[in-house]
């Protein structure tokens, strides 16, 4: 392989690497809403070139988890109170209408409700703070869903709106407790039997119940005056 295509390609890996480790550090909190990325000063915490740490803060940017004000800086995105409301009501509306396709594809679809089953099992002892286990067990679970449209980009617009992300996101800055929801993890189990038989109308009933609470427990951290920290109003 020719030399240049070997720089290439580590710089791509390399890349990808601080893409990942900069992405988990304001997933879970390090970085903060509003905190400035110095791509300087996480290349030498990632113990690599400041190169490709300016390209993952770019993708960062270019996905919304970072805005880049002129002469000032990268950084990380606020969250605004009707920024979480909105970003959940497209989720909600996505789920909805997903439904009936989700159905129809899954008679044709035998791996389908094992995929969706083995998701499920992962709800099972998440622990009460456990911020990071339980987004990524509940996106894995609600993109499979959507995924199972067959449509790349419903998938697509999914995926970008970081909903489930933001819903986790919200609840770890106002230091909430996931025992909280124990009970919507155990929907999850109901939502696949219910997919399975072709109930539609009980999946969709059950689906809004699931998004909405997020957004009940927006307006009852707003109501009642709770610190959220780093959330705008």
């Known amino acids: 392989m020719p030399m240049d295509a070997v720089k290439k ?3 791509s890996t390399l890349t990808e690497y601080a893409y990942k480790e900069i992405k988990q550090l304001i997933q879970n ?26 390209a993952a803060v ?7 988890y970072a805005d880049s004000i002129p002469h000032q800086g990268t950084f990380v995105k606020k969250l605004s109170v009707k920024n979480i409301r909105d970003i959940l009501e497209l989720r909600l509306m996505i789920e909805l209408y997903s439904v009936d396709i989700v159905i129809r594809n899954m008679v044709f679809d035998t791996e389908a409700v094992k995929e969706l089953r083995s998701a499920v099992e992962e709800y099972r002892n998440i622990g009460p703070r456990d911020y990071d286990k339980a987004m990524k067990v509940e996106c894995d679970f609600h993109q499979t869903i959507i995924g199972l449209t067959e449509n790349s980009e419903i998938l697509r617009v999914y995926k970008n709106s970081r909903c489930i992300e933001t819903t986790y996101q919200m609840y770890r800055m106002a230091n909430m407790e996931l025992s909280t929801f124990q009970d919507t993890y155990q929907e999850h189990e109901k939502i696949v039997e219910m997919l399975e038989a072709g109930n539609r109308a009980a999946v969709k ?29």
Not at 58 to 64: D, F, H, P
Not at 220 to 228: D, K, M, Y
């Open 58 to 64: 770019n993708r960062l940017v270019a996905e919304e």
């Open 205 to 233: 009933a059950l689906l809004e119940k699931h998004i909405r609470l997020p957004l009940n427990m927006l307006e009852w951290l707003v109501s009642t005056g709770r610190p959220i920290g780093g959330l705008s109003l």
């Open 9 to 11: 390609s580590h710089t």
């Open 29 to 54: 909190g390090t970085f903060q809403p509003g905190s400035k990325l110095v791509t300087q000063d996480i290349a030498n915490q990632l113990g690599i070139s400041r190169t490709p740490v300016v």
